[in-house]
């Protein structure tokens, strides 16, 4: 057993190691378990935990409430808190499991109570509103190269994004080999390291065609790292592919231009549209689950309210005794 004076840091980098090599986590769950708990770490230490040895190691379940309580002062919303309070729990029998505390002081805990918010949604209209004007400007009249093919980089992004659900991560670091002409399927590598293949349309396929036919016209002194990059949105700066600010950022742009407002339009609001008018247009659940990469049926589940309206419409406009 390790001495109770191992320091939080020590047993935050311990607990993540465990996460990556047992459980696969990728680096956006890993980066976001080390901010909340470096938070909880923190909030320790302003409260003396830390300077008396016991910090992680010897936390009691009245310290763990006191920061629930900090939480909500600070006015952290009851979903943000509660997945503090996951990342916790899981810290803490971790711990347990590894004898490195006897007991588990986030186990008799119940979350902060919140309501399961509905998925905010484009409309199909708002979709191809946003998608319209990508494609003008990737035809705008005397636009530089440079220019066309950052026009051309968004809408290749917006439509293959709207034809497969991916997650942003998952879509920026596609490799330059998911835009074979022949491709008809793309293999991602989405949480976990976990495979699966996710069918392309038409539309989607032909704007990966015209952005890698723009990238390799560009001049040698111009190309840089992108026309070589192994990623199929690489960055025009360093090397590397385009980060999931980066295309969020202009995106909000794309979407004022469009006459939507910013504060609804983000790359995972178009993945919740994907699942969302697949389910109208009636695609089974189990099947969305696997083209949005859920493990857990329950997750894709926050879409039932699409189902249920659906289901509603067919017996109003179809069952014979419908008041018409």
Not at 48 to 56: I, M, P, S, V
Not at 225 to 234: C, V
Not at 235 to 248: K, N, P, V
Request: some cysteine; overall charge positive.
């Amino acid at each position: 057993m390790r001495s109770s004076k191992t320091s939080d840091a020590t047993l935050i980098n311990l607990f993540l190691d465990m996460l990556a090599a047992e459980q696969g986590a990728g680096d956006n769950t890993l980066d976001a378990y080390r901010r909340d708990l470096a938070d909880f770490s923190q909030f320790l230490a302003s409260k003396g935990q830390a300077f008396k040895g016991q910090g992680f190691a010897g936390v009691e379940t009245q310290r763990l409430r006191d920061y629930l309580a900090d939480l909500e002062t600070r006015g952290f919303k009851p979903s943000s808190a509660a997945r503090r309070l996951s990342a916790i729990r899981h810290l803490f029998r971790f711990l347990l499991n590894e004898r490195i505390r006897s007991d588990d002081p986030a186990a008799i805990l119940s979350g902060p109570k919140r309501g399961r918010s509905l998925p905010k949604v484009l409309s199909i209209a708002d979709v191809d509103r946003l998608l319209t004007r990508a494609k003008s400007l990737t035809e705008a009249p005397g636009a530089s190269a440079q220019h066309r093919l950052r026009a051309m980089r968004l809408y290749c992004l917006l439509e293959v994004l709207y034809a497969t659900g991916l997650r942003v991560s998952e879509l920026v670091a596609l490799p330059a080999s998911a835009a074979r002409r022949d491709a008809r399927m793309i293999v991602v590598r989405g949480k976990g390291n976990k495979e699966r293949l996710v069918p392309l349309n038409e539309p989607s396929r032909q704007a990966m065609a015209d952005y890698l036919a723009a990238m390799q016209a560009l001049r040698p002194e111009k190309r840089k790292n992108a026309a070589s990059s192994k990623w199929l949105f690489p960055s025009f700066g360093e090397s590397g592919h385009l980060t999931r600010q980066h295309f969020a950022r202009d995106l909000k742009e794309l979407a004022a231009l469009a006459g939507l407002a910013p504060r609804l339009v983000s790359p995972h609001v178009l993945r919740h549209a994907f699942a969302s008018h697949l389910l109208h247009n009636g695609a089974d659940l189990r099947i969305v689950q696997t083209l949005l990469g859920h493990t857990d049926i329950s997750t894709t589940q926050i879409y039932t309210h699409v189902v249920e309206e659906r289901l509603k419409s067919l017996v109003r406009d179809l069952h014979p005794l419908a008041e018409k």
